[in-house]
Antibody, heavy 119, light 109 residues
Framework: EVQLVESGGGLVQPGGSLRLSCAAS????????MHWVRQGPGKGLVWVSR????????GYADSVKGRFTISRDNAKNTLYLQMSGLRAEDTAVYYC????????????WGQGTLVTVSS | SVLTQPPSVSAAPGQKVAISCSGS????????VAWYQHLPGTAPKLLIY???KRPSGIPDRFSGSKSGTSGTLGITGLQTGDEGDYYC???????????FGGGTKLTVL
């Protein structure tokens, strides 16, 4: 069974940093592209970032480019999102998600971890 | 949102609904559409991929279609357990980004 378990969320002050982790199990993690997607309070799903299977290629939404860094450790089956320069508008539930083998959709999602940016 | 969905739809149990998703040539027009179900307190779930395919375990009450720059999710035999938010998603070749619709809240009256 595919499982994606996020951790690392919490309360952080504006301008602060936080690192999210996503522990993957039930599939060959090193074979899949992975994504982070977020949902602000009362808002819809918004794509944040993606990384290819060996970590050599990454992509970011304009809203986080230069502030967030996605990475992965295939030996530990773990995906990361390093967030810095956090703003109030980054407050959201952050979901770790797996891209399907065909690359045309996201086929599994985690339960999410809440990040709150507030003073 | 880059993709446009109606904010809400509603119907009685047993009835059917259709949820639209409008985009452009850089996203839906040139790429596959997926649909996701997000029920309260749960992780989002893939309902439809490649415009009209259902993953294993998804009942055939759920269907998808695409025409030009728009996609549609159909749900028949509505159940109270279907209440939640539904999102369309695809790749946008101009933005080099995954894009989602704003979501549609389904109410089963």
């Amino acid at each position: 069974e595919v499982q994606l378990v996020e951790s690392g969320g919490g309360l952080v002050q504006p301008g602060g940093s936080l690192r999210l982790s996503c522990a993957a199990s039930g599939f060959t993690f090193s074979s899949y592209w992975m994504h982070w997607v977020r949902q602000g309070p009362g808002k819809g799903l918004v794509w944040v970032s993606r990384i290819n299977s060996d970590g050599s290629t990454t992509g970011y939404a304009d809203s986080v480019k230069g502030r967030f860094t996605i990475s992965r450790d295939n030996a530990k089956n773990t995906l990361y999102l390093q967030m810095s320069g956090l703003r109030a508008e980054d407050t959201a539930v952050y979901y770790c998600a797996r891209e399907s083998k065909t690359g045309s959709d996201i086929d599994y999602w985690g339960q999410g971890t809440l990040v709150t940016v507030s003073s | 949102s880059v993709l446009t969905q109606p904010p809400s739809v509603s119907a009685a149990p047993g009835q059917k609904v259709a949820i639209s998703c409008s985009g452009s040539s850089s996203n839906i027009g040139g790429n596959y559409v997926a649909w996701y179900q997000h029920l309260p307190g749960t992780a989002p779930k893939l309902l439809i991929y490649d415009n009209d395919k259902r993953p294993s375990g998804i009942p055939d009450r759920f269907s998808g279609s695409k025409s030009g720059t728009s996609g549609t999710l159909g749900i028949t035999g509505l159940q109270t357990g279907d209440e939640g938010d539904y999102y369309c998603g695809t790749w946008d070749s101009s933005l080099s980004a995954v894009v989602f619709g704003g979501g549609t809240k389904l109410t089963v009256l």
